[in-house]
């Protein structure tokens, strides 16, 4: 109906003035409102309220009529169509108020509906502002945090502290005066002078970097001028080699040889090096030269995949032979024995001349798996030596070298941890193999800077240059007292095996001139006929008969009288003193635990060694030591107080001047020969 | 037949060198100290070692107890004889002797108190003095050795009193006769001596070796040990060892002994002799046994 009605009002305004052009509606609109019958401007004068009992009064009087109406109708009559016809119209008038009052009421909910509406657009409008600004705030809060969170970059930055800021910035930049009151200012400084300096370390960077660049093409091109420079020298070398053999300065070969020496193994490099040192600057006499192949030590390196090739491949190779010939264990024992022997293919090799053009030649190997330095011997004499009988043992590679420090016998593995490596493979003890592989003295081992602490069992074992240098003197002047000592006995022993005790012109002050005892033999006799003697107890209880030592058996005669003297040579003579044992057989046996006088003579040549040392070296103390023996001989024969009750002369006429025959409450023989007085006292 | 063969120590040249001087080494002479705690022994190289008795003896005696407890050189010649007083230990050997303090003994570097040589008559050769005895009597001491006299001294002055001339080679040893101070000497010429020491003259002479008894022609004559008991002696050595009655000079007793004795002394009715050199002092706790030695 509202359609309607606003329809209803369009043709009102068309009729009241006609059809006004479109364009002019608004206006026409507003002209025509003062002049037209406006029923919104109606609707505001008009109280609601009334309206409606208007509204109700209406539909009563409607109702009336009708009941009216009906009645009339109902009792019809002709005058009736009058009032009927009054009523009709009334009830049109009322039916037109009834609309009216429709038309009214919808306007009256169309304002209301607009104005709701319109309030509500406000409102809603409004909300929506709210909700803007709402939104606004929100997000000015999440900025004022987001701000008031903002670290800046700058706090990341280490700045250099205030003092030395202050101190290094330049003022333009500090600018002292502003910046110490504000810290924000103060910051900006510093930042600046951070900004400043990392400008110039950048600058320096960049002027490095060229700088090497440059350097490293500078570089490049010395390379390239050397490396044409290295066939240049070759042939140089080359051409020198003549001119060094001609001056006897073999740089060459030295150089080759620290090419070999690079690939020796850890001890016998310091052996190596610490003996060329002590060659070329203490001893010209000693010469170090490397021997073995250098292709098997390079071969000992191959990387362990190859080996685990091999290993894999030998296993099927052995699987394979396991079931073709059964290698019985002891073949394969003596393999791991072989294997735990095994010795580096290099080895060392020092050359010692002795002053009489006598050589020593030492061998040094290293047993890798033992980690132990075995050493083997060899003398060799300018002149052929003919070797007497009893000279055997004297310059044998094999104890040659025997005891060069006090028990330092070689015949034992100086490293505590082989006990257990010998265990496994049912090794007893490296003396067995000793004359194979050579002698693991300790000397050796220190030489090669090996160092076996017995608290300590230690499993690795490193060589050490400084345990060798210190060790390094003492030993090869050793070996060499050693060799020529040695030597010496070789040739007194030729002498003394043809009855003549070899005494040096500047020695023969010791003695008398006529000396009438005679040496008849001089024989080797091994360690047990030495100790089943019985006049050798004594030293045997004394722990001065080891099996390192060597034994001889020398008989004096003269006349019927036969003194046999037992002789230890211990190996290191001279230092060491031979002690002699003496059994004298003439009227009876008399031996040291019977006749203190042979006690007596036994200490004058064991005691009073000193004596009979001669000049240094001091080689002639074993044939100082017979040539006494024979004096003491002679005394003693000369004066044996005569035994009244036997008849005949006696049988060694006294020849020997003496000043007293017996002294002391023991009734001592003079024995001390006095030089030059040529007289026989008593110590 | 294996015997087991002692273990062989690295020796180096001085433990060699000592060794040596140990099998190598005779004592001549002992001494206990006055107060019974020490003994003083003397060698064949003129060193003194003084061993602490009460500690070997004791129940807890080790192995270091057998060792004395010092030795220092006291003469440069054997030290043959040595004898104490009640504060002096007086040693002699090569021609004089030397007195050391008991009490200082012990420290180390004792100097010797005072040394004496009686006036000898030769002077090629310095004679040994082979016997000291202390005759309490008259607080002096009796020398006698090589150049075959007795020498007295007096032990507050120092001086050489007499000078006992008879024997006509070196003087082996001496005792003293209580009673009448009588001193006995026998030498290597075979005959025991006496002397009186206040008529200073040779009382009588035994020659041992003339009487066919006791002598041991093969040993030679000389008289090594003497012991008096006022009337009666025991003398030995190249002859056996023989009991002699002074008075009448004549042997009663021969002991069979083979081997020549070196010492004898009368001990409460028994006789106790000693022979042998070696660089041990045996003890004898009980005469029955050794019950250990003192080694230098």
């Known amino acids: ?683 | 037949m294996e015997r087991a063969a002692p273990l062989a120590v690295p020796l180096g040249q001085t433990e060699v060198f000592q060794a040596l001087q140990r099998l190598h080494m005779t004592i001549f002479s002992q001494s206990v100290s006055p107060c019974g705690k020490f003994l003083a022994a003397g060698n064949n190289y003129g060193q003194i070692a003084i061993f602490s008795l009460s500690a070997a003896l004791s129940s807890e005696a080790k192995e270091e107890s057998k060792k004395p407890v010092v030795t220092f050189q006291a003469h440069d010649g054997p030290v043959y004889s040595m004898v104490s007083t009640d504060r002096h230990l007086l040693s002699a050997g090569d021609g004089e002797v030397k007195a050391w303090l008991w009490a200082e003994i012990l420290k180390k570097g004792c100097k010797e108190l005072w040394r004496r040589q009686p006036p000898y008559r030769t002077s090629l050769e310095v004679p040994e003095i082979n016997a000291l005895l202390l005759v309490p009597k008259e607080n002096s001491l009796i020398l006698a050795g090589g150049d075959c006299q007795l020498h007295t001294m007096d032990l507050e002055t120092g001086t050489f009193t007499r000078a006992l001339r008879g024997h006509t080679d070196y003087i082996h040893c001496l005792a003293l006769r209580e009673r009448s101070p009588e001193v006995l000497s026998g030498g290597e010429d075979g005959a025991v001596r006496l002397w009186d020491l206040r008529t200073v003259r040779e009382v009588q002479t035994i020659e041992v070796y003339k009487h066919e008894e006791c002598s041991r022609p093969h040993n030679g004559r000389w008289i090594g040990c003497l012991a008096t008991d006022s009337d009666w002696m025991v003398c030995g050595g190249g002859p056996a060892l023989t009991l002699w009655h002074l008075r009448s000079s004549t042997p009663t007793t021969i002991f069979p002994m083979r081997a020549p004795q070196k010492h004898v002394t009368f001990y409460q009715d028994l006789v106790l002799t000693v022979a042998g050199s070696s660089c041990r002092v045996d003890v004898f706790t009980n005469l029955g046994y050794r019950a250990f030695s003192l080694s230098f």
């Open chain 1, 1 to 683: 109906m509202s359609s309607e009605s606003s329809k209803k009002r369009k043709p009102k305004v068309i009729r009241s003035d006609g059809a006004p052009a479109e364009g002019k509606r608004n206006r026409s609109d507003t002209e025509q409102e003062g002049k037209y019958y406006s029923e919104e401007a109606e609707v505001d004068l008009r109280d609601p309220g009334r309206d409606y009992e208007l509204y109700k009064y209406t539909c009563q009087e409607l109702q009336r009529l009708m009941a009216e109406i009906q009645d009339l109708k109902s009792r019809g009559g002709k005058d009736m169509a009058i009032e009927i016809e009054e009523r009709r119209i009334q009830s049109c008038v009322h039916f037109m108020t009834l609309k009216k009052l429709n038309r009214l009421a919808h306007i009256r909910l169309k304002k209301g509906r607009d104005q709701t509406h319109e309030a509500k657009q406000k409102v809603d409008a409004y909300h929506l502002q709210l909700q803007n600004l709402l939104y606004e705030v929100m997000h000015l809060q999440k900025e004022i945090t987001k701000c008031l969170e903002f670290k800046s970059k700058h706090e990341e930055i280490d700045l250099v502290s205030l003092e030395e800021f202050y101190k290094e910035a330049p003022p333009d930049i500090s600018k002292a005066e502003v910046t110490m009151g504000d810290p924000h200012q103060q910051t900006l400084a510093r930042l600046d002078w951070e900004l400043e300096q990392r400008k110039r370390l950048a600058e320096k960077y960049r002027e490095c970097l060229s700088n090497k660049e440059k350097i490293l093409k500078e570089i490049e091109v010395k390379k390239e001028y050397l490396s044409s420079l290295q066939p240049r020298l070759n042939s140089i070398m080359q051409a020198s080699l003549p001119v060094q053999e001609y001056l006897f300065m073999p740089f060459d070969q030295a150089h080759k040889q620290y090419e070999t020496a690079r690939h020796l193994p850890p001890p016998l490099y310091v052996l190596f090096v610490q003996a060329t040192a002590y060659g070329q600057a203490c001893d010209k006499t000693l010469s170090v030269a490397i021997e073995g192949s250098v292709d098997e030590a390079k071969a000992l390196f191959k990387p362990p995949e190859d080996s685990q090739d091999d290993e894999s491949d030998s296993d099927a190779e052995e699987e394979q032979t396991t079931k073709r010939r059964r290698p019985t264990l002891g073949v394969q024992l003596d393999d791991k024995r072989k294997e735990m022997l095994k010795r580096h293919p290099l080895s060392v090799m020092l050359d010692l001349k002795c002053k009489d053009d006598s050589v020593l030649h030492l061998t040094f190997y290293y047993l890798m798996n033992l980690n132990i330095m075995t050493v083997k011997a060899k003398v060799t004499t300018a002149t052929e030596l003919i070797t007497p009988i009893s000279a055997g043992d004297l310059l044998s590679p094999d104890s040659v070298l025997s005891c060069l420090y006090p028990g330092d016998h070689g015949k034992k593995t100086p490293n505590p941890a082989n006990q257990y490596q010998f265990d496994k493979v049912g090794i007893l003890t490296l003396r067995d193999y000793v004359l194979d592989l050579g002698h693991p003295y300790l000397w050796v081992q220190k030489l090669g800077g090996l160092h076996f602490p017995k608290e300590q069992p230690q499993h690795t074992v490193i060589a050490d240059h400084s345990l060798s240098a210190s060790h390094m003197e003492t030993t090869m002047k050793l070996l060499k007292t050693r060799v020529q000592s040695r030597l010496a006995l070789h040739k007194q022993f030729a002498s003394l095996e043809h009855g003549i005790v070899p005494v040096t012109s500047d020695c023969q002050y010791l003695f008398p001139a006529k000396v009438v005892s005679r040496l008849v033999k001089w024989v080797t006799i091994a360690h047990e006929d030495y100790m089943d003697l019985h006049f050798t107890k004594d030293i045997v209880e004394a722990g001065l008969a080891g099996d390192t030592n060597l034994y001889y058996m020398a008989l004096v005669e003269r006349g019927t009288a036969k003194l046999q003297a037992a002789v230890v040579l211990n190996p290191g003579y001279s230092s060491i003193p031979p002690i002699f044992q003496l059994c004298l057989n003439w009227k009876g046996e008399k031996t040291n635990s019977n006749d203190d006088n042979i006690r007596a003579m036994e200490s004058e040549v064991n005691v009073c060694y000193k004596e009979l040392c001669g000049p240094r070296p001091s080689h002639q103390l074993l044939t100082n030591q017979l040539q006494r023996l024979c004096v003491l001989l002679d005394v003693y024969l000369e004066t044996e107080s005569h035994d009244d009750s036997v008849e005949g002369p006696k049988e060694f006429p006294q020849e020997k001047m003496c000043l007293r025959l017996f002294r002391g409450p023991s009734r001592m023989k003079p024995f001390k020969y006095n030089h030059p007085q040529g007289f026989f006292s008593h110590r």
